[in-house]
T-cell receptor, first 110, second 115 residues
Framework: GQNIDQPTEMTATEGAIVQINCTYQTSGFNGLFWYQQHAGEAPTFLSYNVLDGLEEKGRFSSFLSRSKGYSYLLLKELQMKDSASYLCAVIPQAGTALIFGKGTTLSVSS | GAVVSQHPSRVICKSGTSVKIECRSLDFQATTMFWYRQFPKKSLMLMAT?????????EQGVEKDKFLINHASLTLSTLTVTSAHPEDSSFYIC???????????FGQGTRLTVV
């Protein structure tokens, strides 16, 4: 079966840095995605990793270690608007659907 | 950027009726689209893979006779919830990718409430 684990909830304060971890055990691996989802809205794309290492995009960075089945999303200089659910997703085989973790609800306070 | 449009965004229907949800790729052709369902505070669960010109592939536990999927063109897939019941109330979202293994673009989602 497919299994993607991430913490259920996290809290942080404005201006801080937060790291959201994701571990996966899937039948195959063709890439890992991070999405942001605000309540009642569709997910929006944040990052994509297929090779080991760190991908940086502005305030957001994502890291992947395929040998460990592990990824993290790093959010810097947190803002109130970053309060949302963050979804880790894996494509097990080429051309198949994304398989999502349960999501991590991040609450940013002032 | 690529856009996937989903309609309607909200629908309320009576028990026993059917509801059709449309998913369109606006500026690209999508031979494959995916339908997900999301319950409150839960993750997206894949329901089925919609293939243009052929039958959809359903995930285990999803009733194909209840959730009818039609992918008649390269830009349109429809999900029809037949004989809806209150337990079918959920957030339904479609997605499509321009190329294999690239980011999935999501529709706006449809909030279905069955009363």
């Amino acid at each position: 079966g497919q299994n993607i684990d991430q913490p259920t909830e996290m809290t942080a304060t404005e201006g801080a840095i937060v790291q959201i971890n994701c571990t996966y055990q899937t039948s195959g691996f063709n890439g890992l995605f991070w999405y942001q989802q605000h309540a009642g809205e569709a997910p929006t794309f944040l990052s994509y990793n297929v090779l080991d290492g760190l991908e940086e995009k502005g305030r957001f960075s994502s890291f992947l270690s395929r040998s460990k089945g592990y990824s993290y999303l790093l959010l810097k200089e947190l803002q109130m608007k970053d309060s949302a659910s963050y979804l880790c997703a894996v494509i097990p085989q080429a051309g198949t659907a994304l398989i999502f973790g349960k999501g991590t609800t991040l609450s940013v306070s002032s | 950027g690529a856009v996937v449009s989903q309609h309607p965004s909200r629908v309320i229907c009576k028990s026993g009726t059917s509801v059709k949800i449309e998913c369109r790729s606006l500026d690209f052709q999508a031979t494959t689209m995916f339908w997900y369902r999301q319950f409150p505070k839960k993750s997206l669960m894949l329901m089925a893979t919609s293939n243009e010109g052929s039958k959809a592939t359903y995930e285990q536990g999803v009733e194909k006779d209840k959730f009818l999927i039609n992918h008649a063109s390269l830009t349109l897939s429809t999900l029809t919830v037949t004989s809806a019941h209150p337990e079918d109330s959920s957030f339904y979202i479609c997605s499509a990718s321009i190329q294999v293994n690239t980011e999935a673009f999501f529709g706006q989602g449809t909030r279905l409430t069955v009363v």
